[in-house]
């Protein structure tokens, strides 16, 4: 069973930055997609960022320019890099990883890391 470890999270203020960090290990294939999605309080999980093997990337519309997703296959490690974060932001973020190929599309999750974005 594939396992995904989040770090990074953590208490900022607006306009600052965080970078999350998720390892997949154990996962006996070859991961396609790797991303990161997240749910704020009362609110539905949305896609924040997706990197498919191919390197083409995705974005939520209210994260373009601010966030980057990177990713180190020889790791197996994907990165958001986000900046110039706002409270809207706040929200349990996941990582995840796909294997089906050339698509945006998951299959396991992490846990979670809680990101807050003060005022």
């Known amino acids: 069973q594939v396992q995904l470890v989040e770090s990074g999270g953590g208490l900022v203020q607006a306009g600052g930055s965080l970078r999350l960090s998720c390892v997949a290990s154990?996962?006996?294939?070859?991961?396609?997609?790797m991303g990161w999605y997240r749910r704020a309080p009362g609110k539905q999980r949305e896609l924040v960022a997706s990197?498919?093997?191919?390197?083409?990337?995705v974005y939520l519309d209210a994260v373009k320019g601010r966030f980057t997703i990177s990713r180190d296959n020889a790791k197996n490690t994907v990165y958001l890099q986000m900046n110039s974060l706002k409270p809207e932001d706040t929200a349990v973020y996941y990582c995840g990883v796909g294997r089906t190929k050339g698509v945006h599309w998951y299959d396991y999750w992490g846990p979670g890391t809680q990101v807050t974005v003060s005022s």
């Open positions: 154990r996962s006996g294939f070859n991961i396609a997609a």
């Open positions: 990197i498919i093997s191919d390197g083409s990337t």
